[in-house]
């Protein structure tokens, strides 16, 4: 769950005020949020529409949920934030994360998109090693082919 290594510490959020807890988050808290699960829903996975943020009934529409309820004490701290469908927040209501996510047959939030990227790239990696490993019999251009085909299949593995 991680995102950060290399002893960076993120910015500190501001102290949640009253008002804010009406929901008040910035485009730069918004983007951050919205890529901790690469734009999709964390309880249902779905696309989400960035530029939809809060339009109720648009296509792609999201709101920043909490994931332990602010209700029972949950804090506007990054680690608590994710992006969800606004139907999703709606209905989940005080639940918790995992009774939510099981519903959609869910067990985690979708990947980041630094933590995607990292994947792809291995899957790419094993897929093109995987494709040389066939390609021999077929010689050095068999050998090539068969890394560059694995390559493109490892790097179209989704993810999640
Ligand atoms: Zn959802």
Redesign the pocket.
């Known amino acids: 769950m991680k995102e950060l290594r290399g002893g960076q510490v993120p910015p500190p959020l501001p102290i949640p005020t009253e008002s804010d807890l009406s929901m008040a988050f910035d485009n730069n808290q918004r983007t951050r949020i919205y890529n901790r699960t690469s734009g999709r829903?964390h309880?249902?996975h779905?696309k989400l529409a960035f530029k939809n943020y809060g339009i109720h009934g648009a296509r792609g529409a999201w709101e920043v949920e909490h994931s332990y309820p602010k209700a029972k004490g949950g804090t506007n701290h990054m680690n608590n934030l994710f992006a969800?469908?606004i139907?999703?927040n709606r209905a989940k209501g005080t639940s918790s994360t995992a009774s939510t996510r099981a519903i959609h047959g869910k067990k985690k939030a979708p990947l980041s998109t630094t933590r995607r990227k990292t994947v792809k790239t291995e899957n790419a990696i094993l897929g093109g090693s995987l494709g040389a490993l066939l390609g021999i019999p077929a010689g050095i251009v068999g050998i090539a082919l068969g890394a560059l085909t694995g390559a493109h299949i490892g790097h179209r593995i989704d993810p999640d």
Do not use: E, I, P, V
Request: proline fraction near 0%; charge should be positive.
């Open positions: 829903c309880l249902c779905k969800a469908c139907s999703c």
